[in-house]
């Protein structure tokens, strides 16, 4: 078999660790998350015979007459203790929805969706949006769509990774946040720092961690090769083409019908029906706003909730990671649910150095904003773990038993966080009240998520096998 570099794409920390000892550092958090991962059939990898083409080059190969590229064949992935919910794209069938609705009607517990003027919404827009958002091609190499990252069926982030990978593999330094409701926000990233989503594509488009096209021209340019877009453009934007303009407000209209309200909390607060939701989560609704003092930065207002004050705050978490003592052994996510410890000494001696994360400084140079991060919606949360702008709360109880402490107000040896949030403090919350909290977090689910994946899955993901 030739082609074994391909089940190394995905598992190559795997295979860095495996030389240094990897296997007998692993633990797992409970003897039902012990994972047979460490299986030396994952981990050879053999160079391709001169002249042969590797997947992993980025052309697509044919393999026992499928034709693919990097990243499509998931033979040798399995494991007993790897599974996920994502379709194979053979299996993506969908039926298209009619998104454009929520503008007229927005779900309960949301306002009117704000749309710029210079580029109201239409069906076209939305579709060619879509058909964009899904397209792998819009890629350096044919692989990448911003779908990979955000993935509908994971609630538009992804569940596999704390930190973002793009393509051939490269990190990030943040976790994917979902596209769900960003039509309200006025500014974008964790750090706050895009204007608009018809500005936003530029970040991912150009990123060489992410899909890596290398120039504004290059990915007009490869738009313009591929027919299935032959007049789209024009059609969607009276007769404009595809230009720097045109093409963000093309992704900016898909993502902003990906609004998701009229949950079971929207059904029992705005709309009194008093069954919608349990006992547990009404208690835990009264900690969210009384002793957890949550809703003061998870907003909820009188006719509408977007559950974020859309501010930047340090609630402890981005000091911790920069400042705190690092563990000797690291927690490194390999599966949902499934973690491996290695020890920082031999991550250090194979991995790319960690990279800095001061939050909304970065973009105002402020030291007062060092390590504040824009509070995120709490709407469909269960669904989009793992949480927080670097991801490495896994779940709903990490996220609470972290308020819980307080946050982090100074460092071992004693370096004070002075932009902590005074929101932040120990709140002296029991076992019952943290499981109240979730279940509350539990009502926040949208109505339409089904909906919304199956209308993804009605579009191609571009078609890697079509010459360009
Ligand atoms: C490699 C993974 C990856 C790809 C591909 C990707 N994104 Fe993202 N996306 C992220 C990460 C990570 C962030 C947060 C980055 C940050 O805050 O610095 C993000 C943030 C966003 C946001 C802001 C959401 C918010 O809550 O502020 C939007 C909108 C978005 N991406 C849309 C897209 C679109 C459109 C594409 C394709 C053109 C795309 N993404 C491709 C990982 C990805
Ligand atoms: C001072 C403002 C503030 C308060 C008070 C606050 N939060 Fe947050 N919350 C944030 C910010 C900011 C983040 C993002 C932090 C980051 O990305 O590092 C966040 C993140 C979260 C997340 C992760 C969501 C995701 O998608 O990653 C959850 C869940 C959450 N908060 C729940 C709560 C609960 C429950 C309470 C009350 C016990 C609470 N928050 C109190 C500001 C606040």
Same mark, same amino acid.
Request: charged share 25%; hydrophobic share 35%.
């Given at each position: 078999?030739?082609?074994?570099?391909? &089940?190394?794409?995905?598992?190559?920390?795997?295979?860095?660790?495996?030389?240094?000892?990897?296997?007998?550092?692993? #633990?797992?958090?409970?003897?039902? &998350?012990?994972?047979?991962?460490?299986?030396?059939?994952?981990?050879?990898?053999?160079?391709?015979?001169?002249?042969?083409?590797?997947?992993?080059? *980025?052309? %697509?190969?044919?393999?026992?007459?499928?034709?693919? *590229?990097?990243?499509?064949?998931?033979?040798?992935?399995?494991?007993?203790?790897? #599974?996920?919910?994502?379709?194979?794209?053979?299996?993506?069938?969908?039926?298209?929805?009619?998104?454009?609705?929520?503008?007229?009607?927005?779900?309960?517990? /949301?306002?009117?969706?704000?749309? %710029?003027?210079?580029?109201?919404?239409?069906?076209?827009?939305?579709?060619?949006?879509?058909?964009?958002?899904?397209?792998?091609? /819009?890629?350096?190499?044919?692989?990448?769509?911003?779908?990979?990252?955000?993935?509908?069926?994971?609630?538009?982030?992804?569940?596999?990774?704390?930190?973002?990978?793009?393509?051939?593999?490269?990190?990030?330094?943040?976790?994917?946040?979902?596209?769900?409701?960003?039509?309200?926000?006025?500014?974008?990233?964790?750090?706050?720092?895009?204007?608009?989503?018809?500005?936003?594509?530029?970040?991912?488009?150009?990123?060489?961690?992410?899909?890596?096209?290398?120039?504004?021209?290059?990915? /007009?340019?490869? /738009?313009?090769?591929?027919?299935?877009?032959?007049?789209?453009?024009?059609?969607?934007?009276?007769?404009?083409?595809?230009?720097?303009?045109?093409?963000? &407000?093309?992704?900016?209209?898909?993502?902003?019908?990906?609004?998701?309200?009229?949950?079971?909390?929207?059904?029992?607060?705005?709309?009194?029906?008093?069954?919608?939701?349990?006992?547990?989560?009404?208690?835990?609704?009264?900690?969210?706003?009384?002793?957890?003092?949550?809703?003061?930065?998870?907003?909820?207002?009188?006719?509408?909730?977007?559950?974020?004050?859309?501010?930047?705050?340090?609630?402890?978490?981005?000091?911790?990671?920069?400042?705190?003592?690092?563990?000797?052994?690291?927690?490194?996510?390999?599966?949902?649910?499934?973690?491996?410890?290695?020890?920082?000494?031999?991550?250090?001696?194979?991995?790319?150095?960690?990279?800095?994360?001061?939050?909304?400084?970065?973009? #105002?140079?402020?030291?007062?904003?060092?390590?504040?991060?824009? #509070?995120?919606?709490?709407?469909?949360?269960?669904?989009?773990?793992?949480?927080?702008?670097?991801?490495?709360? %896994?779940?709903?109880?990490?996220?609470?038993?972290?308020?819980?402490?307080?946050?982090?107000?100074?460092?071992?040896?004693?370096? %004070?966080?002075?932009?902590?949030?005074?929101?932040?403090?120990?709140?002296?919350?029991?076992?019952?009240?943290?499981?109240?909290?979730?279940?509350?977090?539990?009502?926040?689910?949208?109505?339409?998520?089904?909906?919304?994946?199956?209308?993804?899955?009605?579009?191609?993901?571009?078609?890697?096998?079509?010459?360009?």
């Amino acid at each position: 078999m030739k082609y074994s570099s391909l &089940k190394v794409s995905l598992l190559i920390p795997f295979f860095f660790y495996s030389n240094y000892g990897f296997s007998e550092e692993i #633990t797992a958090q409970g003897a039902d &998350k012990v994972r047979d991962f460490y299986n030396e059939e994952h981990f050879i990898i053999e160079e391709p015979e001169a002249g042969e083409q590797s997947p992993a080059s *980025g052309k %697509p190969q044919t393999i026992n007459g499928v034709r693919i *590229g990097p990243g499509d064949d998931k033979t040798g992935y399995e494991t007993t203790g790897y #599974t996920t919910n994502s379709v194979a794209i053979t299996a993506r069938q969908g039926i298209k929805a009619d998104l454009i609705r929520v503008v007229e009607n927005p779900p309960l517990g /949301l306002p009117k969706i704000p749309v %710029p003027v210079d580029n109201p919404l239409t069906a076209e827009k939305i579709n060619l949006g879509r058909k964009l958002f899904f397209d792998r091609r /819009l890629s350096l190499n044919d692989t990448f769509s911003c779908a990979m990252c955000h993935v509908p069926e994971q609630g538009f982030t992804s569940h596999e990774v704390e930190k973002a990978v793009g393509l051939e593999g490269r990190s990030n330094r943040r976790n994917s946040p979902s596209i769900y409701n960003t039509a309200y926000l006025e500014r974008l990233f964790h750090d706050n720092r895009e204007t608009s989503l018809e500005n936003q594509i530029w970040g991912p488009l150009l990123s060489k961690n992410e899909m890596a096209m290398t120039s504004f021209g290059h990915v /007009l340019q490869k /738009l313009s090769t591929l027919k299935d877009y032959d007049g789209l453009f024009e059609a969607a934007f009276d007769g404009e083409g595809a230009n720097i303009l045109t093409l963000g &407000k093309a992704f900016a209209s898909y993502q902003r019908v990906l609004v998701s309200g009229n949950s079971a909390f929207d059904r029992w607060y705005f709309a009194n029906e008093e069954n919608a939701i349990s006992d547990q989560a009404k208690r835990g609704f009264e900690l969210f706003r009384g002793k957890g003092q949550c809703i003061s930065c998870h907003s909820v207002g009188e006719k509408t909730a977007l559950f974020t004050d859309k501010l930047a705050h340090n609630t402890g978490l981005g000091f911790k990671r920069s400042m705190g003592k690092k563990p000797e052994k690291e927690r490194m996510l390999i599966a949902p649910g499934t973690y491996a410890y290695v020890k920082k000494s031999k991550k250090d001696l194979v991995g790319h150095p960690e990279m800095a994360d001061v939050g909304v400084y970065e973009v #105002t140079q402020n030291p007062d904003d060092r390590w504040k991060y824009r #509070t995120p919606t709490l709407r469909n949360v269960i669904l989009t773990a793992p949480y927080m702008h670097d991801g490495s709360m %896994p779940d709903l109880k990490e996220v609470i038993a972290f308020y819980n402490q307080g946050g982090m107000l100074k460092n071992e040896s004693g370096f %004070p966080n002075v932009t902590q949030s005074p929101l932040i403090q120990p709140l002296g919350l029991t076992e019952n009240e943290i499981n109240d909290l979730i279940a509350f977090m539990e009502t926040l689910t949208g109505d339409n998520i089904a909906e919304v994946i199956s209308d993804a899955f009605s579009t191609p993901v571009g078609d890697t096998t079509n010459e360009h």
